[in-house]
């Protein structure tokens, strides 16, 4: 969400590109790797092959394939971010021309012109099966251009449909979960999370507390509230996250917040505001279980605060490092006892 603020923020037309089988086009193999061949190769009995590539499935394909990635876009000019290695950046003259977010094999980006000329030689270095620009699909997200500069955001149908309610299989009253049943909790709620802390904000907190509460107690009865979440989610697409051109001065705004109950949560909320005006553009949220037992409502609440202020510090900087520095930031609590602290 921060790359696509920052990119319409500059007027630079919002682009996607994807990588035809990208860990093929990682460098070759240091060391040596043997698989034995598909029954569909039709080979002799015993033969084994050796990997020249970091195949998709082997421990450290993924690595590879970022280190060629990085070396790639290094060698054109780009820069890699201190504070987000998996962002890249295009600077000239002292000033952001470009920036790029990867995400394996999908890239996110926008530039000006110039930025343009270096797009046409990554893909003489780097085979590119797709490059659309405006409206497209991205990381499971259904990205649109709208009226005005502005950025609807859903989830793709594909990822909504692909969550099922679990099956409720009876018995005695208070019967603890199998470790089939918690399998698939998990999977299921991850699988929501994911997508939750991208742009369902208002689902964080109530899958979190679901997972905390199955791991204390792993009841049965919580079987149902996975349902319920599910059926939230797969209603999202009458949530729309919109996201619109920022100008002038940008203001970093981050809200942290506590249970001081037995789910132990602790979470936050970032958003860019475009200074004395009510435009806000969300930029992402998470709601964890706390890594430490607190023992009343203000110890609860001051870990939150020092959880999102961490957040909102490493966003600062990676402002700062992209030439928006000084950029204004706000720490909000809704806990009056900590706020007379401060």
């Given at each position: 969400m921060m790359t696509i603020t920052i990119i319409i923020s500059n007027d630079w037309v919002l682009n996607s590109m994807d990588v035809e089988k990208a860990f093929l086009q990682s460098k070759s193999l240091k060391r040596e790797v043997s698989v034995q061949p598909p029954k569909e190769a039709a080979v002799d009995s015993g033969t084994v092959w050796r990997l020249k590539k970091?195949?998709?499935?082997?421990?450290?394909?993924?690595?590879?394939?970022?280190?060629?990635?990085?070396?790639?876009?290094?060698?054109?000019?780009?820069?890699?971010?201190?504070?987000d290695p998996a962002l890249f950046y295009y600077e000239k003259n002292g000033k952001v021309k470009e920036i790029m977010a990867v995400h394996v094999d999908d890239f996110l980006f926008g530039g000006d012109k110039d930025f343009e000329n270096l797009?046409?030689?990554?893909?003489?270095?780097?085979?590119?099966?797709?490059?659309?620009k405006n409206c497209?699909?991205?990381?499971?997200?259904?990205?649109?251009?709208?009226?005005?500069?502005?950025?609807?955001?859903?989830?793709?149908d594909?990822?909504?449909?692909?969550?099922?309610?679990?099956?409720?299989?009876m018995g005695p009253r208070g019967r603890k979960i199998t470790s089939f049943e918690e399998t698939m909790v998990?999977?299921?709620?991850?699988s929501m999370q994911w997508f939750a802390a991208t742009c369902r904000p208002d689902l964080c907190v109530m899958l979190n507390s679901i997972l905390a509460r199955v791991n204390s107690t792993k009841d049965y009865s919580y079987i149902s509230s996975v349902n319920t979440a599910v059926d939230r989610f797969q209603r999202c697409q009458e949530n729309k996250l919109m996201l619109v051109p920022l100008k002038?001065?940008?203001?970093?705004?981050?809200?942290?917040?506590?249970?001081f109950d037995e789910s132990n949560q602790i979470g936050y909320c970032l958003v860019l505001r475009q200074e004395k005006t009510q435009k806000v553009n969300f930029i992402g949220c998470r709601s964890i279980k706390s890594d430490r037992k607190a023992w009343s409502t203000l110890a609860a609440e001051t870990?939150?605060?020092?959880?999102?202020?961490?957040?909102?510090?490493?966003?600062?900087?990676?402002?700062?490092?992209?030439?928006l520095k000084n950029t204004p930031t706000t720490i909000l609590t809704d806990n009056l006892s900590l706020n007379k602290v401060l």
């Open positions: 970091a195949a998709y499935g082997l421990g450290g394909a993924a690595k590879e394939w970022y280190e060629t990635l990085s070396k790639v876009l290094l060698s054109m000019g780009l820069k890699k971010s201190r504070n797009m046409g030689v990554l893909k003489k270095k780097i085979v590119i099966s797709t490059h659309i497209f699909k991205f990381c499971g997200l259904q990205i649109i251009t709208k009226e005005y500069k502005t950025f609807e955001i859903t989830l793709a594909s990822k909504v449909n692909s969550i099922e309610k679990m099956n409720r299989i998990r999977s299921r709620i991850g002038g001065k940008i203001c970093i705004e981050a809200y942290g917040d506590s249970a870990h939150a605060m020092q959880y999102v202020m961490d957040r909102a510090i490493g966003m600062k900087a990676l402002f700062h490092e992209l030439g």
